[in-house]
């Protein structure tokens, strides 16, 4: 149990860091955009060059994301294989309880 709650907060950090990086390309990106409708020439490679760079990192920080999720990937899939009544029990837990809470709302 402490390798779950030890997991949680780095997933969350993870997920912090991957949006706010994917929304830092997106800003530049759309800044880059809007610089290069009136150029042409060697004004345009130079800004190809540079979108190219972006989506290259973009690309090494998606990268890292799928190797940082493979360890918690796998520990799920090893719990739930090592437990499928635990799992069931959960899953249905959770289902009821949900039902319970949507049918109060009606």
């Keep these: 149990m402490a390798r779950k709650n030890a997991a949680v907060p780095d997933s969350d950090q993870i997920k912090d860091q991957v949006f706010s990086e994917l929304q830092a390309l997106i800003e530049e990106s759309e800044r880059l ?15 190809r060059t540079q ?28 719990y739930i294989g090592g437990h499928p009544w635990q799992t069931v029990a959960l899953s249905a837990g959770v289902g009821l309880v949900v039902g319970l809470l949507l049918g109060r709302r009606d």
């Design 33 to 47: 955009l809007n610089d290069s409708a009136a150029l042409v020439g060697e004004e345009a490679e130079t800004l």
């Design 51 to 78: 979108i190219s760079l972006k989506l290259r990192q973009a690309r090494e920080a998606a990268g890292n994301l799928r190797d940082k999720a493979k360890p918690m990937v796998a520990a799920t899939q090893d």
